[in-house]
């Protein structure tokens, strides 16, 4: 199972789960939820105490990770498979252009 915190600006947003299954799973945290609930992340998927699934990335986040040449240096640098979606996530949305970021959990962080 692999986690990544989602930002919002500068807040936590939420969790993004790849299960063991291969499914993935977007959950609001409660304290974004009550505080921000008009700050959804995008359109597809409003502010929601219910937690999204599927089993591909969610689009929205596909959209995050590098395309074309980009893709190739990350892909080589990180030595990550180009459809392995959630590892190129993890590694490469830090520090996106616009107000979403991804921080990987390492196991044991606290979620």
């Given at each position: 199972?692999?986690?990544?915190?989602?930002?919002?600006?500068?807040?936590?947003?939420?969790?993004?789960?790849?299960?063991?299954?291969?499914?993935?799973?977007?959950?609001?945290?409660?304290?974004?939820?009550?505080?921000?609930?008009?700050?959804?992340?995008?359109?597809?998927?409003?502010?929601?105490?219910?937690?999204?699934?599927?089993?591909?990335?969610?689009?929205?986040?596909?959209?995050?990770?590098?395309e074309g040449w980009l893709l190739d240096i990350a892909s080589k640098?990180?030595?990550?498979?180009?459809?392995?979606?959630?590892?190129l996530l993890l590694a490469c949305?830090?520090?996106?252009?616009?107000?979403?970021?991804?921080?990987?959990?390492?196991?044991?962080?606290?979620?």
């Open positions: 199972m692999r986690q990544a915190r989602i930002y919002y600006q500068d807040k936590v947003a939420g969790i993004l789960t790849e299960t063991d299954e291969g499914e993935y799973v977007f959950q609001y945290e409660e304290d974004y939820i009550e505080n921000h609930p008009n700050d959804f992340i995008t359109f597809s998927m409003p502010v929601s105490k219910f937690a999204y699934r599927d089993k591909r990335l969610f689009p929205f986040f596909e959209g995050l990770i590098p640098s990180w030595k990550i498979k180009r459809d392995d979606r959630m590892g949305c830090k520090n996106c252009i616009g107000a979403v970021s991804v921080e990987p959990i390492i196991s044991g962080d606290e979620a």
